[in-house]
């Protein structure tokens, strides 16, 4: 069973543009969450989506934003790019929400370096 | 709030010998806590979680935590090193339900193992 995706792997981009990543989840895994890693902050949650409705939103900016389409994969986007947005992004998949023994399998991450 | 501690952010030790990685944790409800390990360039791979059936959690690799609430700890051990082990390592806890969709991390424990 293919596990989570995440693309692109690597990229590149100049501050004030926008970028947008892809997640496609574990096949019927219906929930999806992205966190942002960097080594200052660590690891913080930005949203979860679930049946195409975000359900959690992290402290992030409104430049941050999400979607989950009807399949359950989901995109990111950063709008007017800071340097402080590079960063590792990893997506995490799951079957269902709010379930405690229902675990969360991360992807690869998308590696995101603003210049 | 909850969140989590994790003290030391390297840890080095032998070969064979024993791994402990200390987290405590806060939280004003019962905790679902979770220990990850990321390899260099990867995603996130659940080692262990506890959600209130057993105070001691067994994962896999060998790796086990215990909960104790009245140390409000998680500390994770493994009795003997393996050079394989070398991976950076965050302990969690979840902020509602138990889900592992919406996680707040700690900052992340580095081990290292000599041979």
């Known amino acids: 069973k293919a596990g989570v995706t995440q693309t692109p792997r690597y990229l590149i981009k100049t501050r004030g543009q926008q970028v947008t990543l892809s997640c496609s989840p574990i096949?019927?895994?219906?929930?999806v969450s992205w966190y942002q890693q960097t080594p200052g902050q660590g690891l913080q949650f930005l949203f979860e989506?679930?049946?195409?409705?975000?359900?959690n939103k992290g402290n992030f900016p409104g430049r941050f934003s999400g979607r989950q389409f009807s399949n359950s994969r989901s995109e990111m986007n950063v709008s007017t790019l800071e340097l402080g947005d590079s960063a590792l992004y990893l997506c995490?998949?799951?079957?269902?929400?709010?379930?405690?023994?229902?675990?969360?399998?991360f992807g690869q991450g998308t590696r995101l370096t603003v210049v | 709030a909850q969140s989590v501690t994790q003290l030391g952010s390297h840890v080095s030790v032998s070969e064979g010998a024993l791994v402990l990685l200390r987290c405590n944790y806060s939280?004003?409800?019962?905790?679902?806590l979770f220990w990850y390990v990321q390899y260099p360039n990867q995603g996130l791979q659940l080692l262990l979680k506890?959600?209130?059936?057993?105070?001691l959690v067994k994962g896999i690799n060998g790796f086990e935590a215990e909960f104790k609430k009245s140390e409000t700890s998680f500390h994770l051990t493994k009795p003997s090193a393996h050079m394989s082990d070398a991976a950076e390592y965050f302990c969690?806890?979840?902020?509602?339900?138990?889900?592992?969709?919406?996680?707040?991390f700690g900052k992340g424990t580095k081990l290292s193992v000599k041979p």
């Open positions: 995490a998949s799951s079957l269902l929400p709010g379930a405690p023994n229902t675990e969360a399998f």
């Open positions: 096949s019927g895994h219906r929930s």
């Open positions: 939280s004003s409800v019962p905790p679902y």
């Open positions: 506890y959600t209130s059936a057993a105070t």
């Open positions: 969690a806890v979840s902020t509602y339900g138990g889900s592992q969709g919406n996680l707040i």
């Open positions: 989506y679930f049946s195409e409705t975000q359900r």
